[in-house]
């Protein structure tokens, strides 16, 4: 039975996630089941009500904003269940993937596992732990050609974005690329300031 399944499908920004989410949506289509996409509205690459991957390839989705309007909008009909970008959804979306797979849904899911900084992207950990199957693609890196990139580099003025600078960014002049471990880069303004101390010192009072 297809149903009370999660696929997970991982890597870092620019390795095809979204193409291999609509691959196996469009399988499902053709074997004639009924299928709901689902995009977090933060995710404003497309410009419409739809998901979309790097080579144009595209579906209809339905936009949410929290993950708990995921089990509003999924019908008792619906079979398999597909959510892009997930790690910009809120902590509910574990308890909502586990919902749906209780419910005999099969979820294929994508999202960055690991954020500019790389570390652990949002809900990602737990996900990989619930889900029945996680593919783990690698891009290639935009700065030695490497086919193994598994970090995800933002840019900022064509320059490696500060570790300080917030998580998500919306609407800046931002850039990603992938880029392999040892062409990864994450600089840190704060590493060489002095650090202040809380340490009063009281003046001297001599009688």
Not at 58 to 82: G, N, T, Y
Not at 131 to 150: R, S
Request: glycine share 6%; proline share 5%; charged share 30%.
């Amino acid at each position: 039975m297809e149903g009370y399944s999660f696929e997970l499908i991982t890597g870092p920004m620019s390795c095809g996630k979204t193409e291999e989410l609509l691959r196996r949506v469009r399988r499902c289509i053709i074997a004639k089941k009924k299928v709901k996409v689902i995009s977090p509205d933060m995710d404003t690459r497309a410009k419409g009500d739809y998901i979309e991957s790097r080579n144009g390839l595209w579906l209809d989705a339905i936009k949410v904003k929290h993950a708990i309007q995921i089990l509003s909008v999924v019908r008792p009909d619906d079979e398999v269940i597909a959510i892009d970008e997930l790690q910009f959804f809120d902590s509910n979306i574990v308890k909502v993937i586990s919902k749906l797979m209780s419910d005999g849904k099969k979820v294929i899911g994508t999202g960055l596992e690991l954020d500019f900084k790389a570390e652990p992207f949002g809900s990602m950990p737990e996900l990989m732990c619930i889900a029945t199957t996680v593919d783990k693609l690698h891009a290639v890196c935009m700065k030695c050609g490497c086919e193994h990139a598994t970090r995800t580099q933002r840019l900022i003025d064509g320059q490696p974005a500060d570790k300080n600078s917030p998580l998500i960014m919306i609407g800046g002049d931002e850039t990603y690329e992938a880029r392999c471990i040892k062409c990864y880069e994450l600089p840190d303004a704060n590493k060489d300031k002095p650090k202040k101390s809380n340490v009063k010192i009281l003046p001297f009072c001599f009688k």
